[in-house]
């Protein structure tokens, strides 16, 4: 009968016994916590009793799903406790699970905001569908039981409108288009994140993704087109997948001409977007943002997120001096909301993500401007050393400036630690860069792109005991060990790190300043030995 059924409602994975889902410690890298296994009523106990330090906590999810009832509650615990959650490639979350994913989120800071902490790496499978009620193959129930079961369904809506609901300090659990996508596919079959439209849509971080080699106008308009559909792009009824929304974005206003400029300021790039639909009516909303050259630093962070602008304007006018809306945008917006992430799983796999900021950093464009160098920021140029060429203390401007009233000088290696300025002559050094943490290189644009960071060389990391950076740390997370930290620096935009053996802190600088005294501290920095 119907409630001999019930114990099968919602998300079931039918056919074998189920068996709760094992929270244990986990090594995986960025895991403090991995759940394994099907989701069955008291899974979320299992999470209360974590140990929660001041910075949070990851939980990695790999689960098939299971019962509905027990992946609301999951979500209410981690959504209520500073869990961040995590699906890693080769891994998946489906169903249930994908309930108790969404509610990853930490609250920080003296003033205690909460902020978005869920993410997705290609290779990982995130699913999504409606409920299910499965019932006996009978012929026909009783009124009463079809009653029982439909009010079961509705409370099953209704958990579903409470998360659509969990929203605070502008953090929602739940987006229009990813509620949309959940009612409208149907029990035996899977919504899953694929594209990064879809998570842009979706409100779910990506990470591991290969960054573009350079910035184009191709990339600003990426950035401006996500941004627009994050915050600007409301749901729309009968759209199925994010490009049905990201081809109305592209259609724009239509008394107005899309187009996409692209000019350099000092070290900044700055991009504007013409022509998203407004609904004030003979205007269009223009897009704009500034990129430092140094952008790399920040891929796959949450440090310094990208300002994006819209402001609006009259059709087949300039923008750019009003007053417009700020939204932050992470550095994945750069990539196309086509680009799979299974394309970038594949691309992982076969070792072609050489250009993640650490290791693979590439040249800025050119910079317009008389004596206007670009700085490749945690670079040492090797050779090319002018005679008499070592000048001491002194700070990155004036070295540039002795540099421009030198003849045969058109680049500089500065040690900022020491404060030494090494003047240089691109012609006769090896045009390669080595991986240097106290130091940057400055350039003559022209010559930008004539340097490349030396692929044969490894990395090596080197520690001084009860040293530490100062400042405040671009990111912090936890770490079991120094090894650990310097593993975590490695897979960042970071040259240096502060671990604490006994908060197990891993904080980590994209420029750090010089180390001093700190007792119990372990500093560690990046250098690529020249050759």
């Known amino acids: 009968m119907i409630s001999r059924c019930l114990v099968f409602i919602f998300f079931c994975l039918a056919a074998s016994v189920a068996r709760a889902a094992d929270v244990v410690p986990s090594n995986a890298e960025g895991c403090d916590y991995h759940l394994r296994g099907q989701i069955v009523a008291g899974d979320a106990e299992k999470l209360k009793v974590l140990p929660i330090t001041s910075q949070g906590i990851t939980l990695c999810l790999d689960s098939p799903g299971g019962n509905f009832a027990e992946g609301k509650r999951l979500f209410d615990t981690i959504w209520q406790q500073d869990i961040a959650t995590m699906v890693r490639s080769g891994e998946r979350c489906e169903s249930a699970c994908s309930l108790a994913f969404l509610g990853g989120s930490m609250r920080i800071g003296t003033a205690v905001i909460r902020f978005q902490m869920r993410s997705l790496r290609p290779g990982g499978k995130l699913g999504f569908h409606s409920p299910s009620l499965?019932?006996?193959?009978?012929?026909?129930?009783?009124?009463?039981?079809?009653?029982?079961?439909?009010?079961?369904?509705?409370?099953?809506?209704?958990?579903?409108?409470?998360?659509?609901l969990s929203e605070e300090h502008g953090v929602k659990a739940m987006t229009d288009f990813l509620y949309q996508r959940i009612l409208g596919t149907r029990p035996e079959n899977m919504f899953h994140i694929e594209t990064v439209g879809d998570a842009v849509l979706a409100n779910i971080t990506v990470t591991g993704m290969t960054p573009p080699a350079s910035i184009t106008e191709r990339e600003i308009a990426n950035v401006c087109d996500n941004a627009y559909a994050a915050n600007l792009m409301d749901g729309r009824p009968g759209y199925t997948t994010s490009a049905q929304y990201y081809e109305e974005i592209l259609a724009g206003d239509p008394d107005g001409e899309r187009k996409v400029v692209l000019t350099r300021q000092g070290e900044d790039l700055v991009g504007k977007v013409f022509n998203y639909f407004s609904a004030s009516k003979f205007s269009a909303l223009g897009c704009s943002v500034r990129i430092s050259d140094d952008w790399k630093r920040f891929w796959d962070t949450d440090y310094t997120p990208l300002s994006v602008y819209f402001e609006q304007y009259s059709v087949g006018d300039d923008f750019g001096d009003g007053v417009g809306e700020e939204f932050s945008a992470p550095y994945w917006y750069l990539l196309p909301a086509s680009l799979t992430l299974g394309q970038q799983a594949e691309r992982n796999a076969a070792g072609q993500a050489a250009n993640a900021p650490a290791s693979t950093p590439v040249p800025a464009p050119a910079a317009s401007g008389a004596g206007g160098f670009v700085r490749l920021g945690g670079y040492d140029l090797y050779g090319g050393d002018l005679p008499d060429g070592v000048l001491r203390n002194m700070g990155a401007e004036g070295c540039v400036s002795s540099c421009n009233a030198r003849g045969g000088c058109d680049a500089v290696t500065h040690d900022r630690w020491n404060r030494i300025c090494i003047l240089k002559s691109v012609g006769s050094s090896n045009g390669r860069l080595y991986l240097l943490s106290?130091?940057?290189?400055?350039?003559?644009?022209?010559?930008?792109?004539?340097?490349?960071?030396?692929?044969?060389?490894?990395?090596?990391?080197?520690?001084?005991?009860?040293?530490?950076?100062?400042?405040?740390?671009?990111?912090?997370?936890?770490?079991?060990?120094?090894?650990?930290?310097?593993?975590?620096?490695?897979?960042?935009?970071?040259?240096?790190?502060?671990?604490?053996?006994?908060?197990?802190?891993?904080?980590?600088?994209?420029?750090p300043d010089v180390y001093s005294d700190a007792e119990g501290v372990v500093a560690g920095f990046m250098v690529q030995p020249s050759q």
Do not use: H, M
């Not at 490894?458 to 650990?484: C, H, I, R, Y």
């Not at 604490?500 to 980590?508: E, F, T, V």
């Open 134 to 164: 499965n019932l006996p193959n009978e012929n026909s129930y009783p009124a009463s039981e079809v009653q029982t079961a439909f009010a079961i369904a509705l409370k099953a809506a209704e958990s579903f409108f409470d998360i659509k």
């Open 438 to 511: 106290k130091a940057d290189t400055y350039v003559q644009p022209s010559l930008a792109d004539s340097l490349k960071p030396n692929q044969n060389v490894p990395v090596q990391t080197f520690t001084k005991q009860n040293k530490g950076f100062p400042g405040q740390p671009d990111e912090s997370l936890q770490a079991g060990s120094a090894e650990q930290c310097a593993a975590l620096c490695s897979e960042r935009a970071c040259l240096g790190f502060n671990w604490s053996p006994g908060a197990g802190r891993c904080d980590l600088f994209a420029r």
